[in-house]
T-cell receptor
Framework: GAVVSQHPSRVICKSGTSVKIECRSL??????MFWYRQFPKQSLMLMAT?????????EQGVEKDKFLINHASLTLSTLTVTSAHPEDSSFYIC?????????????FGPGTRLTVL | GNSVTQMEGPVTLSEEAFLTINCTYT??????LFWYVQYPGEGLQLLLK?????DKGSNKGFEATYRKETTSFHLEKGSVQVSDSAVYFC??????????????FGQGTILTVHP
């Protein structure tokens, strides 16, 4: 149980285009989803927290107009990188939390490798 | 604010060697502590967790004890295998308030185990 999927796993795009990444909880309802960014050989940096049906909460320094997050249902959150540039190239990871007794446990997706040319 | 400091890697061991990866933290309140593992080409997986002081989390031969007096959560395994080669992340879960559920990660430690 507690499986989280991400799509696509890899994406290459041209500078200036927008890219949408989907994060789905497959076998549980995720009240909260988190989006992280991981640079090569570095740790995960939290970008934003999203709760179903409400606006995402962004971490300091993260541009909310550039990284659009939508959490339309209890099983789906999307991250759209708008007007992507080469410096946005990174590994984007989502996680989902189900609340309840294990509210502090997050389940991670496999990540999406974004390369902006 | 919350922070997690992990032992710098990479760590290279021979099979059946003893493993310790140090992790210390700074936090307000009473956070939960986690170890996550990331195998090559895969996402993070929860390895073990502890939710209060003196709790011991264990899984797959790995264990870590929540030490509040030393603010530590060191990961140990008595005999590593080649299949344990991965990146290990220590993480702290915010205890409450508006930050509830947020994880703060250490920088990760790359472990390579040779036959």
């Amino acid at each position: 149980g507690a499986v989280v999927s991400q799509h696509p796993s890899r994406v290459i795009c041209k500078s200036g285009t927008s890219v949408k990444i989907e994060c789905r909880s497959l076998d549980f309802q995720a009240t909260t989803m988190f989006w992280y960014r991981q640079f090569p050989k570095q740790s995960l940096m939290l970008m934003a927290t999203s709760n179903e049906g409400s606006k995402a909460t962004y971490e300091q320094g993260v541009e909310k107009d550039k990284f659009l997050i939508n959490h339309a249902s209890l099983t789906l959150s999307t991250l759209t990188v708008t007007s992507a540039h080469p410096e946005d190239s990174s590994f984007y990871i989502c996680s989902a939390g189900s609340g309840g007794p294990a509210a502090d446990t997050q389940y991670f997706g496999p990540g999406t490798r974004l390369t902006v040319l | 604010g919350n922070s997690v400091t992990q032992m710098e890697g990479p760590v290279t061991l021979s099979e059946e060697a003893f493993l310790t990866i140090n992790c210390t933290y700074t936090a307000t309140g009473y956070p939960s502590l986690f170890w996550y593992v990331q195998y090559p080409g895969e996402g993070l997986q929860l390895l073990l967790k502890a939710t209060k002081a003196d709790d011991k989390g264990s899984n797959k031969g790995f264990e870590a004890t929540y030490r509040k007096e030393t603010t530590s959560f060191h990961l140990e395994k008595g005999s590593v295998q080649v299949s344990d080669s991965a990146v290990y992340f220590c993480a702290l879960g915010s205890a409450g308030g508006t930050s509830y559920g947020k994880l703060t990660f250490g920088q990760g430690t790359i472990l390579t185990v040779h036959p």
